[in-house]
């Protein structure tokens, strides 16, 4: 896996970055796929979201949460606060890993070296939006802003600065991805664990 460095363009914008894109074979992900899902937001955001990798609905439209998470993250977005217009939403991995069963194809977590593999179109947008406070939905996000693994418990809700955050953005915050919320839609825990990805979101506001 040679990774995505030889296809982002130096010092690209947004534009650039994203024409690029559907060119990169970085990683084996590209060949199944439909297409790179690469981002959605203005590049002049203030904020900028990292999810893990774009899931079935995604791969088919070419865009980032569009599917059942991101309808969670666009509520959370709302009662937070936070104007959309504001925010900048891209993924840790840009294609869609999954494995097919019968007709459907279930989505399979990225692996370390697809997360390693993709970071440097990560790194293009963090340079090229330059925000004031990346929000990293989950585990695979945040492993792939930091640098390292972090456990969400231990950090969620803090805003990370200097070593803590890593050196590729400037504040971070951790919090849940909104899949681990979408699932728990009409149980007794839905309250709770919506409002903490809410106040998670507030506080990076
Ligand atoms: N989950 C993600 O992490 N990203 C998407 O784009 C959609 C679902
Ligand atoms: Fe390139 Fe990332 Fe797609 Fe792999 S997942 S081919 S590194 S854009």
């Not at 990225?110 to 990560?122: D, K, T």
């Amino acid at each position: 896996r040679p990774g995505a460095q030889e296809w982002v363009p130096p010092e690209g914008d947004v534009d650039a970055l994203r024409q690029a894109a559907p060119g990169c074979r970085g990683c084996e992900l590209w060949a199944d796929a439909t297409q790179v899902v690469f981002s959605s937001g203005p590049p002049g955001a203030r904020m900028l979201m990292v999810g893990e990798q774009p899931g079935d609905r995604e791969d088919r439209t070419g865009e980032p949460f569009v599917g059942p998470a991101g309808r969670v993250l666009d509520e959370a977005v709302e009662a937070a606060g936070i104007d959309p217009a504001n925010v900048y939403t891209t993924n840790a991995v840009k294609h869609f890993r999954f494995v097919e069963r019968g007709k459907r194809r279930l989505h399979k977590k990225p692996a370390v070296p697809h997360i390693a593999a993709c970071r440097p179109w990560l790194l293009a947008e963090l340079a090229a939006v330059h925000p004031d406070v990346v929000v990293c939905l989950g585990a695979t996000a945040a492993r792939a802003v930091i640098g390292h693994d972090v456990r969400i418990g231990d950090v969620r809700g803090q805003v990370l600065e200097g070593d803590d955050a890593g050196d590729a953005a400037g504040r971070v915050l951790v919090t849940t991805h909104p899949s681990a919320v979408v699932r728990l839609r009409g149980k007794p825990e839905w309250d709770e664990a919506f409002g903490s990805f809410v106040e998670d979101l507030r506080a990076a506001l």
